[in-house]
């Protein structure tokens, strides 16, 4: 039973995508399985880049299957958009699927994110405005529009009614703004009919039939471990669960059909949006992580905070995941310092941290306690085994493996998809 999970070991913005596409000669199909448009997935192959929002990366790869699973809330505007992107650029997209189950983010949804952030002010959460978060509490207060709905007037029309009867009075009397008419969104959802229709199916038992047929599924987490719902720094979090669990709700797929679970991992820390991240620079080490590594969202182009790397986070992770593996990304990034810190626990009033402190307080108040390795200055961007890095680099990925609680069974060197080491038991065999 060959199921594969992938997921962001920090805050996102990992290479989860570059990740997914590495393995996805060796994958019949890949599933996302929370999120929607609002985290993004850079893929460079060969001198082309690709910019996905929404679909798995795995549509890029021939022969793969892409799945949209049922726990993804989809802006379907968006989506067609990014299909007619990547078919101008030769990418073949007919076999995308999409569960009958995902909820769709209605016109409302975006209009709604929007203004209540700006009513927040201060107290903003800092989300992308994608209208994710609305359309994951319809689903929750059950006035969700699901893919399946779609394909029935009366439904439809039902569940627009019951969405904006509740709505609209929160956008005037509330927030002073117009408001919307059932008629439009409607009209605006059923347009997309003709095009959906071939897509949209019961994509949980295609993947079960898939296992037991000993293909092999790979199932791609949007965002990341610590802006999981329930297990990130919340409230500062997204509105699903990206860890390793929400694979299977996600998808429609039991736990006992997943073999390993893959944490991606930054070889420094980056967060987009507001909230607490011990490791962060606010020097000229910062902007130069930054710079070198082209930390800017892909999805909405905000700048990445930027840190050292922190070994507690990557503890966290490897307990809450459960992960098998870890997979360390931008290594190349660190290049040129002459020593690089790394936060092994945190100090919080004087009280040392091993683990994750479960108090918001607590953890927003945390102070990292380093440790330095030497750096290296060589070029590491051609390399293609563990032995061809730097000693120096050797043993700073030692340390992190040590420190972080699970094996990292390759290394990213570079963005392109063959600038990647596979160290699998290499490490090991070496008495690590």
């Known amino acids: 039973m060959p199921g594969v999970v992938i997921v962001g070991a920090q805050w996102g913005d990992e290479g989860k995508g570059k990740a997914t596409d590495v393995l996805g000669s060796r994958v019949d199909y890949v599933v996302k399985f929370n999120g929607g448009n609002n985290a993004g997935h850079t893929v460079v192959i060969g001198d082309q880049k690709f910019a996905l929002h929404l679909l798995p990366s795995g549509i890029l790869s021939p022969g793969v299957t892409p799945v949209i699973g049922n726990g993804v809330v989809v802006d379907i505007s968006v989506l067609f958009q990014e299909l007619d992107a990547i078919q101008e650029r030769g990418v073949e997209t007919s076999k995308l699927l999409i569960s009958n189950a995902a909820h769709v983010i209605a016109p409302y949804a975006?209009?709604?994110?929007?203004?209540?952030?700006?009513?927040?002010?201060?107290?903003?959460?800092?989300?992308?405005?994608?209208?994710?978060?609305?359309?994951?509490?319809?689903?929750?207060?059950?006035?969700?529009?699901?893919?399946?709905?779609?394909?029935?007037?009366?439904?439809?029309?039902?569940?627009?009614?019951g969405a904006l009867e509740q709505k609209n009075h929160?956008?005037?009397?509330?927030?002073?703004?117009?408001?919307?008419?059932?008629?439009?969104?409607?009209?605006?959802?059923?347009?997309?009919?003709?095009?959906?229709?071939?897509?949209?199916?019961?994509?949980?038992?295609?993947?079960?039939?898939?296992?037991?047929?000993?293909?092999?599924?790979l199932f791609e987490g949007g965002q990341a471990t610590m802006l999981d719902v329930d297990h990130g720094t919340y409230p500062f979090v997204t509105s699903s669960n990206a860890t390793a669990g929400?694979?299977?709700?996600?998808?429609?797929?039991?736990?006992?059909?997943?073999?390993?679970?893959?944490?991606?991992?930054?070889?420094?820390?980056?967060?987009?949006?507001?909230?607490?991240?011990?490791?962060e620079l606010f020097d000229e080490d910062g902007i130069k992580l930054q710079t070198i590594g082209g930390e800017f969202g892909v999805t909405t182009g905000r700048t990445r905070r930027c840190g050292w790397y922190d070994a507690v986070i990557a503890?966290?992770?490897?307990?809450?995941?459960?992960?098998?593996?870890?997979?360390?990304?931008?290594?190349?990034?660190?290049?040129?310092?002459?020593?690089?810190?790394?936060?092994?626990?945190?100090?919080?009033?004087?009280v040392r941290y091993e683990d994750l402190p479960q108090d918001q307080a607590a953890f927003a108040a945390a102070k990292p306690i380093w440790e330095e390795f030497p750096g290296w200055t060589e070029d590491i961007s051609a390399c293609r085994t563990f032995d061809e890095l730097p000693a120096n680099a050797q043993n700073y990925v030692r340390a992190l493996e040590a420190m972080s609680g699970c094996r990292i069974s390759s290394i990213g060197v570079g963005p392109d998809r063959e600038q990647t080491i596979e160290v699998n038991d290499l490490i090991h065999a070496r008495g690590v």
């Not at 299977?248 to 390993?260: A, E, F, M």
């Open 110 to 161: 975006r209009t709604l994110d929007n203004v209540t952030e700006r009513f927040l002010g201060s107290r903003k959460i800092g989300t992308t405005g994608r209208g994710i978060g609305p359309a994951y509490a319809d689903k929750i207060n059950r006035l969700g529009i699901r893919m399946g709905d779609l394909f029935d007037d009366q439904v439809l029309r039902d569940k627009v009614e």
């Open 170 to 217: 929160l956008l005037v009397k509330v927030y002073n703004r117009r408001a919307i008419e059932v008629d439009e969104v409607v009209e605006e959802l059923m347009q997309y009919r003709e095009r959906l229709a071939p897509m949209v199916t019961d994509t949980s038992l295609v993947l079960n039939a898939a296992l037991d047929r000993g293909e092999t599924v």
């Open 246 to 279: 929400g694979a299977c709700t996600g998808s429609g797929v039991g736990p006992t059909r997943i073999d390993s679970v893959i944490g991606i991992v930054k070889a420094y820390t980056t967060r987009v949006g507001e909230g607490p991240m011990p490791t």
């Open 315 to 350: 503890r966290y992770s490897a307990r809450i995941n459960g992960l098998t593996d870890f997979v360390l990304t931008k290594l190349d990034v660190l290049t040129g310092w002459e020593t690089i810190p790394v936060c092994v626990a945190y100090e919080v009033d004087g």
